[in-house]
T-cell receptor, first 113, second 112 residues
Framework: AAGVIQSPRHLIKEKRETATLKCYPI?????VYWYQQGPGQDPQFLIS???????DKGSIPDRFSAQQFSDYHSELNMSSLELGDSALYFC????????????FGQGTRLTVV | GNSVTQMEGPVTLSEEAFLTINCTYT??????LFWYVQYPGEGLQLLLK?????DKGSNKGFEATYRKETTSFHLEKGSVQVSDSAVYFC???????????FGKGTTLSVSS
């Protein structure tokens, strides 16, 4: 079965550079979520989209932005990168609903040097 | 606001021991509750869920019961295996389409 695809799997950037992470949700899933997981931390919710419109906003820094495109893939854009942005970034997708399972991708490991 | 509190780890057990990982939550309304598992270097996978009070979620020998009166969703397994070594996250979702809120995670290490 198709899963959530994230690319790239690993990314190394220098401070003050920009990065773009991509997420391809499971077909027919209408909701996409982005999470940031620091080392040894729980996943922190950043932002979500429902039917290509932003639906929820969490602890996403102003330096970050995201969007969902007509083919439902989503991109997380990160500018003016800081050392503290080094983390695992997960994308998840689901069918909208209180009880539905969110399926997670394998994540993009971003290292800022 | 919504929050999830898990027991701190790491939890270290011998194979075939009994496992309990405590989870309590704070939420308005009636949330759905989930347990996710994360193996090293991988994404999170749903382990089990419960959507209303007194529901019991179960999967792969793991169980958790939604206790509204104690706002708890403790994870249990009668006999753990080495392959169960992972990080376990308790999570809730309060409304349709809102993001999952995770606890801090509990690392389980099982030795043979």
């Amino acid at each position: 079965a198709a899963g959530v695809i994230q690319s790239p799997r690993h990314l190394i950037k220098e401070k003050r550079e920009t990065a773009t992470l991509k997420c391809y949700p499971i077909p027919r899933h209408d909701t996409v979520y982005w999470y940031q997981q620091g080392p040894g931390q729980d996943p922190q919710f950043l932002i979500s989209f429902y039917e290509k419109m932003q639906s929820d906003k969490g602890s996403i820094p102003d330096r970050f932005s995201a969007q969902q495109f007509s083919d439902y893939h989503s991109e997380l854009n990160m500018s003016s990168l800081e050392l503290g942005d080094s983390a695992l970034y997960f994308c998840a997708s689901s069918v909208r609903g209180r009880d539905t399972e969110a399926f997670f991708g394998q994540g993009t490991r971003l290292t800022v040097v | 606001g919504n929050s999830v509190t898990q027991m701190e780890g790491p939890v270290t057990l011998s194979e075939e021991a009994f496992l309990t990982i405590n989870c309590t939550y704070t939420a308005t309304g009636y949330p759905s509750l989930f347990w996710y598992v994360q193996y090293p270097g991988e994404g999170l996978q749903l382990l089990l869920k419960a959507t209303k009070a007194d529901d019991k979620g179960s999967n792969k020998g793991f169980e958790a019961t939604y206790r509204k009166e104690t706002t708890s969703f403790h994870l249990e397994k009668g006999s753990v295996q080495v392959s169960d070594s992972a990080v376990y996250f308790c999570a809730l979702r309060n409304q349709a389409g809102t993001a999952l809120i995770f606890g801090k995670g509990t690392t389980l290490s099982v030795s043979s």
